[in-house]
């Protein structure tokens, strides 16, 4: 349709027909019901008249599902609207790949976007229109159930992973079939909630936002995102769903965003709750100011907005301009034409699982693996006949982490099924143990656990946290092994000490007593699909480890907040950091720094870095300057390493980090070979943003240094000149 069409289009709409545009339903209220009078919250709402004037719904099944619900719509709709289907694909449709925060780990935008490349295929194939991705909220709490779905503790990784999913996924031109539209979510501050808990209050300084929270949506809203989702939190006081200043003035007016905005599942409703809404009526009245296009699944839009702009607290040049917004996107991604878009029950036959997607799936679990710990255990040799395959995660089939589509472990591969696979000779004694659940109490089985670690030539231990402990609504308190687990690790490992303690989680986990014992440790995280296949290569060498933290792992629960571009404190604690030191900022009872920190990951090779170098000493403003940073493979074995470039401000006008990633760059090396990596610094990169909350750079000397968090070497000083 041309621009001239839709304004034809919107003239001819009732107010009650605009008003449905702005409404989502969940697709379950019309295939489970059949129609029936539904509603959420047990509100009764005429189905029927939902399917006639509904513009969206979200979470159906598949390509069969998705044409039905567009001919159930159309038959119903005098307008012949299609509907826009949005789903939830975060890590994979059907072939699952890593969670975000694994992918992090990756340091590898390009293998990102390969994954979200095969996550688009299967999603258009499966009738997606819309993803509710990427999630790019900084997090620095593991308590915060959520922080599976971000890649970093850093918004450096954040920003560019979350650009590089959506120029994939939404490619250059959305009425191509094969491309989805992307919702960057949750805007703003969503993983700085108070205690970790989900939900919650978040208090920020507008530095702090502009400088640690904005980056990474910006950065997807600079490549050209679609849709942008508010928060379900309070910032500041003010609910982001009607947080006029967060959508209106900084989206809309300074970052020039002209694609919908959505409300999260219930948002709208939930003003009510927060106590800054009377009613639903209030709250409908509250997201319309604050420029909120869609109401998700609440139907407080359809119950009240009619209403509140006949009597003209709503103007109706607002109602206009949120449905031309949700009209455009379904024009660019071609639905009047095609209404059904790429849905194709062949298409997802040839697409799903297939042999392609499976290998990149593998790929990305192995590269994002962290090899936290290694006392010359890994990798096994092929002469180890007899393994023990110990713990709750042994056989576990739930490796994929929460937003996996419903039913996919039954294709995920297990652990043995992985080993059987690579060495099908390789006898595999498996016990279980113990549960992984804070209820387990049962240890009646660890006594044979330890028998098998016993008689094996070596042993795999298979720890972590339920898959359903990690997502959404699931804050912890304490991060420790839930059950027994701790028990059973130690008297296996006590048994055997040629044991490699994997692990699978969705958060950081508090590894401090584990690691001190493990002679091996591997953080694979929730792997996905390909996670037998992929853990099988990694423990016997066939696959190298690569993987560096994307968020560190922390000693105590009590250290969090624990960003790794802290400030120093007028008071900075000297090293060591294993003493504590009276009157400086440091604790009584630990070291201030984390267990592993941001970046940190070990190989199964050993990477030299010989050098770093910059072409020149000084830069003006529209200068660069070129680093060159020289790394050696010294070990026996092909690897990657992800080399990382920090950056440190002496002297500014705020208080600046004590180290702070600009740019990070995935390299391969052969046994013996050597490489130069070249980065180039510009203006940019030194920016803050200074007391009047302006990002500005300042003249002065910085500081640039590979290595990782904590741990920087080969420094180099230059100049910014006025």
Same mark, same amino acid.
């Given at each position: 349709?041309?621009?001239?069409?839709?304004?034809?289009?919107?003239?001819?709409?009732?107010?009650?027909?605009?008003?449905?545009?702005?409404?989502?339903?969940?697709?379950? +209220?019309?295939?489970?019901?059949?129609?029936?009078?539904?509603? %959420?919250?047990?509100?009764?709402?005429?189905?029927?008249?939902?399917?006639?004037?509904?513009?969206?719904?979200?979470?159906?099944?598949?390509?069969?599902?998705?044409?039905?619900?567009?001919?159930?719509?159309? /038959?119903?709709?005098?307008?012949?609207? *299609?509907?826009?289907?949005?789903?939830?694909?975060?890590?994979? !449709?059907?072939?699952?790949?890593?969670?975000?925060?694994?992918?992090?780990?990756?340091?590898?935008?390009?293998?990102?976007?390969?994954?979200?490349?095969?996550?688009?295929?299967? @999603?258009?194939?499966?009738?997606?229109?819309?993803?509710?991705?990427?999630?790019?909220?900084?997090?620095?709490?593991?308590?915060?159930?959520?922080?599976?779905?971000?890649?970093?503790?850093?918004?450096?990784?954040?920003?560019?992973?979350?650009?590089?999913?959506?120029?994939? $996924?939404?490619?250059?031109?959305?009425?191509?079939?094969?491309?989805?539209?992307?919702?960057?979510?949750?805007?703003?501050?969503?993983?700085?909630?108070?205690?970790?808990?989900?939900?919650?209050?978040?208090?920020?300084?507008?530095?702090?936002?502009?400088?640690?929270?904005? #980056?990474?949506?910006?950065?997807?809203?600079?490549?050209?995102?679609?849709?942008?989702?508010?928060?379900?939190?309070?910032?500041?006081?003010?609910?982001?769903?009607?947080?006029?200043?967060?959508?209106?003035?900084?989206?809309?007016?300074?970052?020039?965003?002209?694609?919908?905005?959505?409300?999260?599942?219930?948002?709208?409703?939930?003003?009510?709750?927060?106590?800054?809404?009377?009613?639903?009526?209030?709250?409908?009245?509250?997201?319309?100011?604050?420029?909120?296009?869609?109401?998700?699944?609440?139907?407080?839009?359809?119950?009240?907005?009619?209403?509140?702009?006949?009597?003209?607290?709503?103007?109706?040049?607002?109602?206009?301009?949120?449905?031309?917004?949700?009209?455009?996107?379904?024009?660019?991604?071609?639905?009047?034409?095609?209404?059904?878009?790429?849905?194709?029950?062949?298409?997802?036959?040839?697409?799903?699982?297939?042999?392609?997607?499976?290998?990149?799936?593998?790929?990305?679990?192995? &590269?994002?693996?962290?090899?936290?710990?290694?006392?010359?255990?890994?990798?096994?040799?092929?002469?180890?006949?007899?393994?023990?395959?110990?713990?709750?995660?042994?056989?576990?089939?739930?490796?994929?982490?929460?937003?996996?589509?419903?039913?996919?472990? +039954?294709?995920?591969? $297990?652990? *043995?099924?992985?080993?059987?696979?690579?060495? #099908?000779?390789?006898?595999?004694?498996?016990?279980?143990?113990?549960?992984?659940?804070?209820?387990?109490?049962?240890?009646?089985?660890?006594?044979?656990?330890?028998? /098998?670690?016993?008689?094996?030539?070596?042993?795999?231990?298979?720890?972590?946290?339920?898959?359903?402990?990690?997502?959404?609504?699931?804050?912890?308190?304490?991060?420790?092994? %839930?059950?027994?687990?701790?028990?059973?690790?130690?008297?296996?490992?006590?048994?055997? *000490?040629?044991?490699?303690?994997?692990?699978?989680?969705?958060?950081?986990?508090?590894?401090?007593?584990?690691?001190?014992?493990?002679? /091996?440790?591997?953080?694979?995280?929730?792997?996905?699909?390909?996670?037998?296949?992929?853990?099988?290569?990694?423990?016997?060498?066939?696959?190298?480890?690569?993987?560096?933290?994307?968020?560190?792992?922390?000693?105590?629960?009590?250290?969090? *907040?624990?960003?790794?571009?802290?400030?120093?404190?007028?008071?900075?604690?000297?090293?060591?950091?294993?003493?504590?030191?009276?009157?400086?900022?440091?604790?009584?009872?630990?070291?201030? !720094?984390?267990?592993? @920190?941001?970046?940190?990951? !070990?190989?199964?090779?050993?990477?030299?870095?010989?050098?770093?170098?910059?072409?020149?000493?000084?830069?003006?403003?529209?200068?660069?300057?070129?680093?060159?940073?020289?790394?050696?493979?010294?070990?026996?074995?092909?690897?990657?390493?992800?080399? +990382?470039?920090?950056?440190?401000?002496?002297?500014?006008?705020?208080?600046?980090?004590?180290?702070?990633?600009?740019?990070?760059?995935?390299?391969?090396?052969?046994?013996?070979?050597?490489? &130069?990596?070249?980065?180039?610094?510009?203006?940019?990169?030194?920016?803050?943003?200074?007391?009047?909350?302006?990002?500005?750079?300042?003249?002065?000397?910085?500081?640039?240094?590979?290595?990782?968090?904590?741990?920087?070497?080969?420094?180099?000083?230059?100049? !910014?000149? &006025?």
């Amino acid at each position: 349709m041309t621009d001239h069409e839709l304004q034809e289009l919107l003239g001819r709409l009732t107010i009650e027909e605009k008003v449905g545009q702005l409404v989502q339903c969940n697709a379950s +209220q019309f295939i489970r019901n059949n129609l029936e009078m539904t509603g %959420p919250d047990g509100e009764l709402l005429p189905a029927e008249e939902l399917c006639r004037v509904m513009g969206s719904l979200l979470t159906f099944e598949d390509a069969r599902q998705a044409r039905e619900l567009q001919d159930m719509h159309l /038959a119903a709709d005098p307008n012949k609207i *299609p509907l826009l289907l949005m789903l939830d694909v975060i890590h994979g !449709l059907r072939t699952t790949y890593p969670i975000p925060l694994a992918m992090g780990c990756t340091f590898d935008d390009e293998l990102l976007a390969e994954c979200a490349d095969m996550a688009r295929k299967e @999603s258009s194939a499966c009738g997606v229109h819309v993803t509710f991705n990427p999630m790019v909220d900084t997090a620095r709490d593991a308590r915060w159930g959520r922080i599976l779905e971000t890649n970093s503790e850093e918004p450096l990784i954040n920003s560019r992973m979350g650009a590089a999913l959506v120029r994939v $996924t939404q490619g250059q031109d959305l009425s191509r079939k094969e491309n989805v539209a992307c919702c960057v979510k949750h805007y703003a501050a969503y993983g700085a909630g108070e205690a970790g808990r989900d939900y919650n209050t978040v208090e920020l300084s507008e530095r702090t936002l502009r400088e640690t929270y904005f #980056p990474a949506y910006k950065a997807c809203v600079d490549a050209g995102v679609r849709l942008v989702m508010p928060s379900f939190n309070s910032l500041n006081g003010i609910p982001s769903v009607a947080n006029k200043w967060l959508m209106n003035q900084v989206l809309r007016e300074e970052w020039g965003f002209d694609g919908v905005v959505i409300s999260d599942y219930n948002a709208v409703g939930e003003l009510v709750s927060h106590g800054v809404a009377s009613d639903l009526r209030d709250a409908v009245r509250m997201s319309m100011e604050a420029g909120c296009d869609i109401d998700m699944v609440r139907n407080a839009y359809y119950l009240h907005l009619a209403d509140l702009v006949r009597e003209g607290t709503v103007p109706e040049e607002a109602l206009n301009e949120a449905v031309l917004r949700v009209l455009n996107l379904k024009n660019e991604l071609g639905l009047f034409e095609n209404p059904y878009h790429g849905a194709d029950e062949e298409a997802e036959k040839q697409l799903y699982l297939c042999r392609e997607h499976r290998e990149i799936a593998r790929r990305a679990a192995e &590269e994002s693996a962290v090899l936290l710990k290694n006392e010359g255990i890994l990798p096994f040799s092929r002469d180890v006949k007899r393994i023990a395959l110990i713990g709750p995660f042994a056989e576990e089939k739930r490796l994929n982490g929460f937003w996996s589509r419903p039913g996919a472990e +039954q294709y995920t591969v $297990t652990i *043995p099924e992985g080993i059987r696979a690579l060495l #099908p000779e390789v006898r595999l004694d498996i016990e279980r143990g113990c549960g992984a659940c804070f209820e387990d109490t049962d240890r009646s089985r660890i006594d044979a656990a330890v028998e /098998a670690a016993r008689k094996a030539d070596a042993v795999i231990l298979a720890v972590g946290e339920p898959e359903n402990y990690s997502g959404e609504g699931r804050s912890r308190a304490e991060l420790s092994l %839930p059950g027994p687990q701790m028990e059973l690790a130690r008297r296996v490992i006590a048994a055997n *000490p040629h044991t490699a303690v994997v692990l699978f989680n969705g958060r950081p986990l508090v590894l401090t007593e584990l690691s001190d014992i493990a002679p /091996a440790l591997l953080e694979m995280w929730y792997p996905g699909t390909e996670g037998g296949n992929a853990l099988a290569r990694l423990l016997w060498g066939e696959a190298n480890p690569c993987g560096k933290l994307s968020a560190g792992l922390p000693r105590s629960v009590g250290q969090y *907040p624990m960003p790794y571009n802290r400030t120093n404190t007028g008071r900075p604690k000297p090293p060591p950091d294993s003493r504590s030191v009276p009157f400086t900022s440091c604790y009584l009872d630990m070291p201030n !720094l984390p267990l592993y @920190s941001f970046g940190y990951g !070990l190989s199964y090779t050993d990477f030299i870095y010989e050098s770093l170098t910059m072409d020149q000493k000084s830069m003006n403003r529209d200068g660069e300057i070129r680093v060159t940073v020289t790394l050696r493979n010294a070990g026996q074995r092909a690897g990657k390493e992800a080399v +990382q470039l920090y950056l440190q401000d002496p002297v500014a006008s705020v208080v600046r980090p004590v180290q702070q990633l600009i740019d990070y760059r995935k390299v391969a090396l052969k046994p013996g070979e050597r490489a &130069e990596v070249e980065f180039v610094i510009t203006e940019k990169q030194l920016r803050l943003v200074n007391a009047e909350c302006r990002e500005v750079s300042e003249p002065g000397e910085f500081r640039i240094s590979a290595g990782y968090a904590d741990h920087l070497i080969l420094t180099q000083s230059f100049e !910014l000149k &006025e």
